[in-house]
């Protein structure tokens, strides 16, 4: 199924804004083995929009549009499709009672401009809105599919999970090759030492394939193998992981979709264990990203954002004289931190961040990009060294990262010798 | 001069990578006022580049290539370029001079797939590449401009600011219209209620441009006029913005890529006050949010993530009593965290979050979604109900995004009545 993916927007011609919404599409596309051929951007406008449809019908089966939904009046991408197709718009009771719904919820009086979103091309089904007013659109004609989309992130990848890819799955049916692909999650390794650490990779891989995707939290492996027998192929894929958590396990802390502070959060149930965190540079990111987690209630204690020395005095008992001593980014500042928020919380383990994370705050002796993590449980109170870039935002994800990954290492009793 | 972007590589239509290299230059050639039709990203495959070359140069008049000129078999782009113009590969002085330099300076030595980098076809000129080993190609043909560029993202911008800018400008000349453009920041109001608000768009804009570009953190409103005289238009850009601060001045808290927890930083600076959070449902992002602002450390005394009714006692100094009477998520206790955090740390504002962000914790009278927002300064303790949607990632950042903005209200006095 070749598919053609349109983004519609000024905005993203324009630079102002990334184009997040085909990398997600073709990302989800991929992983049910469907094939991405182009992928194009256009302004809103119903002309560029009528020659794009027609050009893209001409190449792909498959052509998926985001964007210009809205209920503005530079939101043209209804027209177009009315237009393209010749159609007409007539309201939709299931798209006006989403719309309703989705009003009365937030306790909002429904606009006229709003009820004028539940009409939808009458050539159309209405891909459902839970998240938004604009309906999506599915079409199908002359053996070719059009899904329509708004360009909301959010609204447009809860249809492309709850919807799109579900019908998409439907269709694609039988007489494919099979690829089964497994993401493997790395954290606490950079790229070139992870690629070293697995040796002669055509040894490792045996024919499968494996990709390298890095970002600020880790690098991930991308395990794939194709063929025609299903059973074969998950032992194969199952083997080749095998050889890779042989050697680099320690670094791996999930599968899939997994996220590290889910799998913290998993951790921390099974030993019926609370956490506290005493946050300085990453200033509440930590406890964010525990946060996240639905049900994390259960065991995240309490934070301290300790970003003023009196707060890390008041709240978390640290001593007046180690901050004057060793200064706020210190071992022993990280290791009383962790202390602290753990005995005044009376959690099971307290976990502190402290560093520099530029573009201001460095000294001759601590660098932007210093950070000590300090970690403390009823058995050990540690704290160790990290070094990270120059950049803040991406200091405090990697400072945050590395504080949940202290924690699963701890909890699993996991080696930081090589 | 109309311009088409090809981006090639398969990393992008697999959504492994986003495409920031079509954002920056189309950032880049909107601030020469030079207008991108269409955006494109085909694979690394000599016919699709081929086919897309062909149809660019039928639409545009300066066509913009990056990516697949790297050294490895996989990097086709350089030989479709051969193909399109009928040309052939020579070996490009100064383009051998450049890689030979780049290798000395890293102490490497020059291999043979290196060397070959340096030939070019013969139609172009060399864009010079002081970063990488692959130089780029400006090649002008029967009116069109084509300009070839590897997509390693810093190479790229080097060779656009150093040469493919300062070529295009000397072009472009007079006689061109001038395209002005502003960003209007709102939030606290949703896309529909704010058009409304706007009124009669016609009579509002007078020739302008508006598009309205809403994400969970606010809408935002582009604003643009085209003419020939840059002082009226600044004029007329000022009209209009003036108009819309008329109808909807309250929502607005910056233009451009004013960030709102940098317009708060720069609020509490400007009266010397210091800020802390008292944070429930939000578990650290407004905290987290505060402290991506460099030099917030002037203004964020500290946060307190109280995820458990025990720290909101505890630290916070909340009324046992309130909490078993009305719960954590109330009006009362938000008030109260505000109240506590504020006298507990010295600072002059205390900020609170609590809500249910579900999926799970809602009751009958306590919906997913439900929020209060608490404020107290010197003059006033208050807290506000809010009504959010069933996502907990987007009621999270919904919630911070209103506390902050609770904060700019508060700040500068502006009311909450309609």
Not at 169 to 177: A, L, T, Y
Not at 330 to 358: F, P
Not at 410 to 417: A, R, V
Request: charged share 25%.
């Amino acid at each position: 199924m070749k598919t053609y993916i349109i983004t519609i927007g000024d905005e993203i011609l324009l630079g102002n804004t990334l184009n997040t919404n085909a990398a997600y599409i073709g990302a989800q596309l991929f992983e049910i083995n469907i094939q991405v051929i182009k992928s194009s951007v256009i302004g809103d406008d119903n002309s560029a929009i009528l020659n794009e449809l027609n050009f893209a019908s001409g190449v792909a089966d498959l052509i998926i549009i985001t964007g210009g939904l809205g209920p503005t009046h530079d939101d043209v991408t209804r027209k177009s499709i009315v237009d393209f197709f010749n159609t007409e718009l007539i309201e939709n009771q299931e798209a006006l009672e989403d719309i309703k719904t989705l009003f009365e919820k937030r306790k909002r009086i429904v606009t006229e401009v709003n009820i004028d979103q539940a009409k939808v091309p009458k050539i159309a089904e209405v891909i459902r809105n839970q998240l938004g007013t604009a309906p999506g659109l599915w079409i199908e004609k002359e053996d070719k599919i059009y899904a329509v989309m708004p360009g909301v992130p959010y609204e447009m990848e809860a249809m492309m999970e709850f919807t799109v890819i579900p019908k998409l799955k439907e269709r694609i049916g039988e007489g494919q090759k099979i690829l089964l692909r497994k993401m493997i999650l790395t954290t606490g390794i950079p790229e070139s030492t992870l690629y070293e650490r697995l040796g002669n990779i055509d040894e490792l891989l045996q024919g499968a394939k494996l990709a390298f995707l890095p970002n600020q939290f880790g690098v991930k492996l991308r395990l794939s193998v194709e063929g025609d027998d299903e059973k074969q192929l998950k032992n194969k894929l199952t083997e080749v992981e095998q050889r890779i958590r042989g050697k680099a396990g320690r670094f791996i802390y999930g599968v899939g979709d997994d996220q590290l502070e889910a799998v913290i959060g998993r951790l921390l149930m099974e030993r019926e264990f609370k956490i506290a965190t005493a946050e300085s540079c990453t200033g509440g990111l930590v406890g964010n990203m525990l946060t996240n987690v639905s049900g994390s209630s259960k065991y995240f204690e309490r934070g301290v954002i300790c970003y003023s020395n009196a707060a890390k005095v008041e709240i978390l008992k640290v001593n007046e004289d180690t901050l004057a001593e060793h200064g706020a980014v210190s071992m022993e500042v990280a290791m009383q931190m962790a202390e602290g928020v753990k005995s005044t919380s009376g959690a099971d383990i307290g976990l502190a961040t402290t560093g520099i994370m530029g573009p201001t705050g460095a000294s001759a002796d601590k660098p932007i990009g210093l950070v000590y993590i300090g970690y403390c449980d009823e058995k050990v109170c540690t704290a160790r060294k990290f070094h990270f870039g120059d950049d803040r935002l991406l200091n405090k994800q990697r400072t945050a990262q590395a504080a949940l990954d202290f924690v699963r290492r701890q909890l699993l009793g996991i080696s930081w010798d090589d």
